[in-house]
């Protein structure tokens, strides 16, 4: 857990719900190219069953991102944790133990949420490592799906929310059956951010492991 819309009229609204979806995506890629928010993130894994209900794990910290291929996630509840992807190399680092996992970066974000968010600036290059298709307006929000092309990884789908244009909800599923839902809150668009934010440096005394 530390480490988841009698007729043509209808039909007509729901293709005008659905563009919205894409040309939220296409906006946010060329608009917006840093930010910065809070987030709570809501994890829940597959009921077992001897349980009545799913487990579920709730998490807080803040995020922000700077195009192309930077990004930081700092967990601050319940446990402390830093995800920073500085261009080159993804860094973890986990606070209980003291421990650093650095991976390059081209190996493991190419079909993640983080890519649909930092990577680049045109859709065109999302579309070589997700489909994209956008879906219904439910919950106040514009809906755009995206499965990765690649089958094999543990990723199976991503949900991406906006409101009025702006990046609210990531719901993400993989394939063990468990969901991650991230919902945004307090988002500063084009946040004054430079590369040298996203430089991370291993604690002193940590354990760094490169898999």
Same mark, same amino acid.
């Given at each position: 857990?530390?480490?988841?819309?009698?007729?043509?009229?209808l039909s007509l609204a729901a293709v005008g719900a659905w563009a919205d979806g894409l040309q939220d995506l296409e906006k946010f890629l060329r608009e917006v190219s840093s930010g910065k928010s809070g987030f709570t993130q809501v994890v829940t894994s597959p009921k077992r069953s001897t349980e009545t209900v799913a487990r579920s794990k709730t998490s807080t910290g803040t995020?922000?991102?700077l195009r192309p291929n930077r990004f930081r996630f700092e967990y601050t509840k319940p446990f402390e944790q830093t995800i920073v992807a500085d261009g080159q190399t993804l860094w973890l680092y986990d606070v209980d133990l003291n421990q650093v996992t650095a991976r390059g970066q081209k190996e493991v974000l190419g079909s993640t949420p983080a890519a649909l968010i930092a990577a680049g600036t045109d859709i065109k290059g999302l579309s070589d490592a997700f489909e994209l298709k956008a879906a219904a307006a439910r919950d106040g929000l514009e809906?755009?799906?995206?499965?990765?092309?690649?089958?094999?990884? +543990?990723? !199976?789908?991503?949900?991406?929310?906006?409101? +009025?244009? !702006?990046?609210s909800v990531l719901d993400i599923e993989d394939s063990l059956g468990q969901r991650s839902v991230l919902t945004f809150n307090n988002w500063q668009a084009n946040a004054a951010l430079k590369a040298d934010d996203f430089k991370f440096q291993p604690p002193a005394g940590a354990s760094v492991m490169r898999p």
């Open positions: 857990m530390k480490k988841l819309m009698i007729a043509s009229a995020f922000e991102f809906w755009l799906e995206a499965k990765p092309k690649d089958r094999n990884g +543990q990723l !199976q789908m991503v949900r991406v929310g906006f409101k +009025q244009g !702006q990046l």
